[in-house]
């Protein structure tokens, strides 16, 4: 069996130590004569499983006492509108940063359920840059101020925590959670879907302050209200049982690779690599500005455009799987998240500089 190198944005990559761990334990976990899928999420046993990878969880981002973690399903977009259904009042005006992709459609959602304003926006840059803190106008009332600090599309990644005083801080980490450390107590929620940088699809991860949950719109269903989630610890009704265990399985690998604080480390250096070989050239290009580039999805071009399939044929041909861009970007993008190794990053540079040596 070959594991190839998979720069994938998402589902990504997932680590081989914990995918084999999951198949040696996959018909008979801990010795109870069935697969963890197979049991209820209510039995002692899955109980400590889900528990055990919360606490995991916590300690890797040194998650405050006063805020709740909430395993959930329908991916980060569902959050589009939970987040407005939640956490600001029925025609309350909500503050959005739009850097790309992923914020856009966050904005097109709030539209429905508040009343959105767009404090501060990339679009006059083409998206090359996050609009400096000076440039967010913040007004008081406005019930929290969301942005994505990591735009997977795009590869654009802010290098600073927008400033809000009292307003609640709402982000999108779908693509850079547990990458590098961050402070959970200068924000109000935080969510990611898990599929990039933690374990399978089916799971999302939310973590709330707990003064922020209680006050939904009266127009919220059950099963988007934060507070009944809060409540029955994320066992309101069957949550993803296989999802939730797998990423508990990544948090012990994560943990074991000595936490965010290590893998941060590796994670820059993997960027360094790529964002070298890109700028050393004049025959590959990324034209984001250097402090907000993304250290977990690398988008790239070839100068000669023309050359961008036979890279992409090549490439797969060569073991490296899943580079071509997002279908609205084009061109190249390697996602780089934690489960992605620095031999995986080293493969890919060397390949990069043969093509580079044959085509240009
Ligand atoms: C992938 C992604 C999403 C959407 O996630 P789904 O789980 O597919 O809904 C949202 N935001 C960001 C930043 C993403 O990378």
Known sequence: MIRKHNFSAGPAAIPGQVLEKAQAE????????????????????????????ESDFRTLLDIPNNYKVLFLQGGATSQFGMIPLNLA?????????????????????????SKVQVVASSSHRDYLSVPAQSEINLEADVAYLHYAS????????????????????????????????????????????????????????????????????????????????????????????FAWYLSGLVFEWLLQQGGVEAIEKVNLRKAQKLY??????????????????SIMNVPFNI????????????????GLLNLKGHKAAGGMRASIYNAVSEDSVDALVSFMQDFEHRYG
């Open 89 to 113: 009042a029925a025609g309350q005006k909500s503050a959005y940063i739009e850097t790309g992709m992923w914020s856009s459609k966050a904005i097109v959602e709030a539209r429905r359920y």
């Open 150 to 241: 990591n735009e997977t599309v795009g590869g654009l990644s802010f290098d600073y925590v927008p400033q809000t005083g009292n307003v609640p801080l709402v982000v999108d980490m779908s693509s850079d959670i547990l990458s590098k450390r961050i402070d959970v107590s200068q924000f109000g929620m935080i969510y990611a879907g898990a599929q990039k940088n933690i374990g399978p699809a089916g799971l999302t991860v939310a973590i709330i302050r707990e003064d922020l949950l209680g006050s939904a719109q009266s127009i919220t269903p059950k099963m988007y209200d934060y507070q009944v989630h809060a409540q029955a610890e994320s066992m309101s009704n069957t949550p993803p049982t």
């Open 303 to 318: 100068v000669d455009s023309v050359l961008e399939a036979k890279f992409l044929q090549l490439s797969t041909e060569a």
């Open 276 to 293: 070298q070989i890109i700028d050393g050239s004049g025959f590959y290009y990324n034209k984001i500005v250097t402090a907000n580039r």
């Open 26 to 53: 996959l018909l008979d976990w801990n010795q109870q004569g069935l697969s963890i899928m197979e049991m209820s999420h209510r039995s002692k046993e899955f109980v400590g499983v889900a528990r055990k990878a």
